[in-house]
């Protein structure tokens, strides 16, 4: 990765790949996805609870999300991705996105026509080096808020923390950090917590070895008790714990935060 990007981007990855399922449930991850489509649409079905209808042919940026998305697959999973920090929007000069899965050209501009590049680019190296070029071409991670990037990873680290202790940490009061963090993120600092906590919680079903009991993972989970752990749960995904799993399956445990199908 750049030097120029560290700071603001975790990840870039190639993938083409036959689809695992027509309809898919995406849980909840505490980063932010943009996604250069190099084959067939994708469709957003829904959001939490609201349903939408949505094609998504080229690039297009998933904000953060506190809720499932449900999205229609293409029959073949062909795209090159990169996953930003929380608090990137800012580099980007580009206001947050939250709860919503937007075409680049109104969430990140500067993206549209990379489609297009990447298609006649070449092969899967040359397909990554194209989306970090423009990344760093687009950023300027001195525009980040430090403070904000400061208390994101505090709770990456430990997002069971209090947030009060983590704005006495950045020397912020705490009515201010909480300002300052919907500002650059789009959500809470307490609801990126949470959705920091799902997030390690379910990643821990892609450690091999026998598939653990709701009650064992709980017992290690940073959650008060079973009955706390299954309204979060609930609240976070739109399942029951017990239908999460059955859904998942054995052969969904590599990307636990990916279920086929939709589930009630």
Known sequence: MPSELTTIVRRVWYLDVPAPGRDERILPIPYVHVIVNLGDPYRVVAIGEDAKDEELAAEFVSGLQTSVVTTRNPSRLHHVGAELQPWAW??????????????????LPGLAGLREELIGAGGPHDCVAGLIDRL?????????????????????????RLISDIARECRTPASSLARRF???????????????????????LAQPGPLPTWTELVADAPF?????????????TGMTPGAYLA?????????????????G
């Open 90 to 107: 800012r580099a980007f000069a580009a206001p947050p996105i939250a709860g919503a899965v937007e075409p680049a050209s109104r969430a």
């Open 136 to 160: 760093v071409a687009l950023a300027e991670p001195s525009r980040v808020d430090a403070v904000i990037a400061r208390a994101g990873a505090r709770i990456a680290e430990d997002p069971a």
């Open 182 to 204: 919907r500002a650059a993120t789009g959500i809470t600092a307490k609801s990126l917590a949470s959705v920091h906590r799902l997030h390690g919680f379910v990643s821990r």
């Open 224 to 236: 008060c008790d079973q009955p706390h752990f299954n309204r979060q749960f609930r609240a976070l």
């Open 247 to 263: 859904a998942l399956g054995e052969s969904g445990r590599a990307a636990p935060s990916f279920v086929n199908g939709t589930v």
